[in-house]
């Protein structure tokens, strides 16, 4: 074994849900008879009708399929909710922890958030949502954003959850591509202090075309800000679910049959609608959360992600909710009112398990160690990561400073298409290393290639494939499956592929470089190039514009625009402020450039092809490591950009 290694303290594996040797078997155990394991594993959840199929699954081009349980019969919303109820209900689900510290906490009971639940689920009902109907969410990380959630689940309602901090173009995409009939939205977020226009940017979506298909918007008062009511368009949340019985019979759905809808960015065009469905899906969420968090029926764990996103749905919502357990959730951000937040937090609640973002990390180490260690932080056992590399610097950081050495930190690397986590350590099974997300979980096959698709063993780098499937894979793209095939198993045949860069050392361990594609990851959010670049050119300014990622400190990359004007336009602060607006307004802030250049012209190939491996090298500052530049057409771009970067 290399040096840097962080052995399972000897205390944590006594105890471990999941050993050392535990791991060795079971790993092998999944590859060897993915049947039985599967069949075994699935038993964890609740089903109407128990599955007699387990693995169904094809990758070959002309025979493409991906089932799992496919004659099983569940309800997702009774697995997170009602079999608790007899042994449970009076445990506290959730604790709701408002933007503001001051403000009240609410203890939600699994008695009572069923029946909030079935509440909003028969509300639904009357108003004319059923089975495979889609159900836009976009509410601040309150409450009844899980109550939504499950509530579609209850009744087979698809949902789709838009992260809060989009901007009505970004809505109004979603709602046209999945014919979304109904929305769910607040008066107002609130994050850290600042208020956000949720209910105005959903009328102001709904203005959009091709959104047509929405005939209800139910408003939950949560500010108590001023908002315009289009009746009969628009009804108050509490207004409809009010006097609705407590109960509600669930929809029996097929472990194939649709649960949820969530958008995200590609290398090119629009957001793909990532599809997952009922059963393969829960079982991931719900054993991955168990495993890697070691979850023990007194823990308190605390996911720090946005429902918005993944790790929401699967670390908030389906994952602990089915696993019976007691979970923060927090409407504010990580440095308000300061930078002890996050650690106040825990004391306040005692947090056991802690999963966050490596940006987080890295912003509040910015702060220095004052803010953590004016708190106790003694609840904690085990510490997460999600969404990007994590530098081996934040990695200590967070180990010494925040765990006080104590709690094996579990980096955990995954995708929205994944469902769940597919790489990390097992707190009580494999020694950490930082920077590296480890092993692969039980059934996951990762492996190397080179550009041609070539397996490259030991010791290497590369990009990261599977060779095979789990039962919590993304099933398609919604509405365009070809998409779905050509993005994810054209690249190479047999296996899906990734889009991430991988290093495997040689103790067989896995180190994710980074995506290879077209893909920036800002603070653990992904956004696509061309998103930004389509958003930069619809103004009447601009010619033309390439965007490309660049390491940031602090967000792991930024991005960086290169804008070409078109003939007689003058490039001054003011147009590059607007076209800074220009982004916010029509993707959201997450995709706000950190830098504009103004590019008289951009390298192209031959061909037109725009080549991005230069520009990046040029945002880097690196012009040194520009390498080969004679396939281009007019090689002299690049000189002219260079020294405006220089000078910049
Ligand atoms: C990156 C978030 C390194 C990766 C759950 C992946 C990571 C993309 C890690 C998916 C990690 C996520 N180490 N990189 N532990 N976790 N990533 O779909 O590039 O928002 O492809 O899912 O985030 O982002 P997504």
Redesign the pocket.
């Known amino acids: 074994m290399s040096a840097d290694v962080y052995p399972v303290p000897d205390a944590f594996a006594a105890n471990a849900r999941i050993r050392r040797d535990d791991y060795q078997r079971l790993y092998a155990e999944s590859l060897r008879d993915p049947d039985a394991f599967w069949g075994e594993a699935a038993k964890r959840l609740d089903w109407m009708r128990a599955p007699t199929r387990v693995k169904d699954v094809s990758y070959a081009l002309e025979d493409f399929r991906i089932r799992w349980f496919a004659d099983g019969e569940l309800n997702a919303s009774v697995n997170c909710l009602d079999r608790h109820l007899e042994t449970r209900g009076g445990k506290t689900a959730l604790i709701f922890e408002p933007d503001s510290p001051d403000g009240d906490v609410q203890r939600i009971s699994y008695r009572e958030l069923h029946a909030r639940v079935c509440k909003l689920a028969n509300a639904l009902r009357n108003l004319g949502i059923g089975k495979g109907d889609r159900v836009t969410i976009y509410l601040p990380m309150i409450p009844e954003a899980v109550v939504a959630m499950l509530a579609c689940a209850r009744i087979g309602a698809v949902h789709m959850v838009v992260f809060g901090g989009f901007a009505p173009n970004s809505i109004a995409d979603r709602v046209a591509d999945c014919g979304s009939k109904l929305i769910i939205t607040a008066d107002e977020g609130l994050r850290g202090g600042k208020k956000v226009a949720l209910k105005a940017n959903v009328d102001a979506a709904l203005k959009l075309p091709g959104t047509n298909s929405v005939e209800t918007v139910l408003v939950v008062r949560h500010t108590d800000g001023a908002v315009d009511m289009q009746m009969p368009r628009d009804r108050w949340y509490d207004a409809v679910v009010d006097g609705q019985p407590g109960e509600c019979e669930p929809e029996r759905m097929n472990a194939e049959d649709p649960l949820f809808i969530l958008y995200?960015s590609g290398s090119t065009g629009k957001p793909k609608g990532v599809l997952h469905t009922t059963g393969g899906y829960l079982l991931w969420a719900a054993y991955t959360h168990e495993a890697v968090f070691d979850l023990r029926d007194d823990d308190v764990f605390w996911c720090t992600a946005d429902v918005g996103?993944?790790?929401g749905h699967s670390y908030i919502v389906y994952g602990p909710l089915a696993n019976g357990a007691t979970e923060v959730i927090f409407e504010g951000v990580p440095n308000f009112p300061d930078a002890s937040r996050f650690w106040q937090t825990i004391d306040k609640h005692q947090v056991s398990l802690f999963y966050t973002a490596p940006t987080a990390i890295r912003a509040l180490m910015r702060e220095g160690d004052a803010p953590v260690k004016r708190t106790s932080r003694a609840s904690l056992r085990v510490l997460g990561?999600?969404?990007?590399?994590?530098n081996p610097e934040a990695w200590r950081w967070y180990h010494e400073t925040v765990g006080d050495a104590r709690c094996p930190i579990v980096?955990?690397?995954?995708?929205?298409?994944t469902g769940g986590i597919l790489i990390s350590p097992l707190p009580g099974a494999i020694d950490a290393k930082p920077g590296s997300?480890t092993r692969p979980f039980f059934g996951v096959q990762p492996a190397i290639v080179d550009a041609e698709g070539k397996r490259l063993e030991g010791a290497t780098e590369g990009n990261l494939v599977l060779l095979d499937s789990w039962p919590g894979q993304m099933r398609t793209v919604y509405g365009d499956h070809q998409r779905f095939i050509d993005t994810y198993f054209k690249t190479y045949p047999g296996s899906y592929f990734?889009?991430?860069g991988c290093r495997r050392d040689e103790d067989g361990y896995y180190w994710?470089t980074?995506?290879v594609d077209d893909v920036i990851?800002v603070s653990?959010?992904?956004i696509g190039t061309a998103e930004v670049e389509s958003a930069l050119v619809s103004h009447h300014d601009v010619a033309e514009a390439a965007v490309v990622g660049f390491p940031h400190d602090i967000k792991g990359q930024g991005i960086y625009a290169y804008v070409t004007l078109k003939q007689g336009i003058e490039a001054n602060d003011d147009l590059r402020k607007a076209l800074v607006q220009q982004v916010r307004s029509e993707i959201g802030p997450t995709a706000t450039p950190d830098h504009i250049q103004w590019a008289p012209g951009l390298p192209k190939t031959r061909s037109g092809k725009i080549m991005r491996r230069i520009l990046r090298k040029i945002a880097e500052n690196a012009p040194d490591q520009l390498g080969d530049t004679s396939t281009l057409a007019d090689p002299s771009v690049v000189d002219a950009l260079v020294r405006e970067r220089r000078e910049a």
């Open positions: 995200t996103w993944v790790t990561t999600v969404g990007e590399p994590i980096d955990t690397w995954w995708q929205t298409e997300a990734t889009g991430d994710i980074g995506r990851n653990g959010h992904r």
